[in-house]
T-cell receptor, first 117, second 114 residues
Framework: AQSVTQLDSQVPVFEEAPVELRCNYS??????LFWYVQYPNQGLQLLLK??????LVKGINGFEAEFNKSQTSFHLRKPSVHISDTAEYFC???????????????FGTGTQLKVEL | DSGVTQTPKHLITATGQRVTLRCSPR?????VYWYQQSLDQGLQFLIH???????AKGNILERFSAQQFPDLHSELNLSSLELGDSALYFCASAPRGVGNTEAFFGQGTRLTVV
């Protein structure tokens, strides 16, 4: 079974500072990895995804993540955050090997990023 | 706007009642996923439908059921509601499977059981 661990439930950071949100996954097979963002009272929006190829993935709003197979990690980074980045961030994993029309996302518990002035 | 529409946005109902949540996927998407988001459980996968057929079940209670209709919209039925069923229920759609593409989420239905 797959699982995702987001160790940090909250990350406070000052505006224009860099940030890293940590994500570790557990799976016995190859995986696809995703980061989603949820703004207050909104649905989830995809930030970026890793399917294969380059381990450094760039997403929207200046975010990027690096897939590290040996450490089973997929940490999210942004070099300079803005107040508008305040939101909850979810790491998710899916199994590309499953057939039958697709498969579910398994989410981590989320990390609340709070950007302060 | 993700293109996924969920109605209603808010729902307040009493314990023991039954409610139906509706989801209209993006045009052309065949897969619909339902998730429950609560403070204590986080985001939990409930069920997946593909082109009208149930494909996977997650942590879905027996009091809950879902279906996907020929026009591909889906409904999640919650019955004998309990206080603990209060949560945000999300629907997501994908063209085929989520394996090689993203799932597009609706804005959710916030269910409050009183």
């Amino acid at each position: 079974a797959q699982s995702v661990t987001q160790l940090d439930s909250q990350v406070p950071v000052f505006e224009e500072a860099p940030v890293e949100l940590r994500c570790n996954y557990s799976s016995s097979v190859s995986v696809y990895l995703f980061w989603y963002v949820q703004y207050p009272n909104q649905g989830l929006q995809l930030l970026l995804k890793y399917l294969s190829g380059s381990t450094l993935v760039k997403g929207i709003n200046g975010f990027e993540a690096e897939f590290n197979k040996s450490q089973t990690s997929f940490h999210l980074r942004k070099p300079s955050v803005h107040i508008s980045d305040t939101a909850e961030y979810f790491c998710a994993v899916s199994d590309p090997g499953l057939t039958g029309g697709g498969n579910k996302l398994t989410f981590g518990t989320g990390t609340q990023l709070k950007v302060e002035l | 706007d993700s293109g996924v529409t969920q109605t209603p946005k808010h729902l307040i109902t009493a314990t023991g009642q039954r409610v139906t949540l509706r989801c209209s996927p993006r045009s052309g998407d065949l897969s619909v996923y339902w998730y429950q988001q609560s403070l204590d459980q986080g985001l939990q996968f409930l069920i997946h439908y593909y082109n009208g057929e149930e494909r996977a079940k997650g942590n879905i209670l027996e009091r809950f059921s879902a279906q996907q209709f020929p026009d591909l919209h889906s409904e999640l039925n919650l019955s004998s509601l309990e206080l603990g069923d209060s949560a945000l229920y999300f629907c997501a759609s994908a063209p085929r499977g989520v394996g090689n593409t993203e799932a597009f989420f609706g804005q959710g239905t916030r269910l409050t059981v009183v």
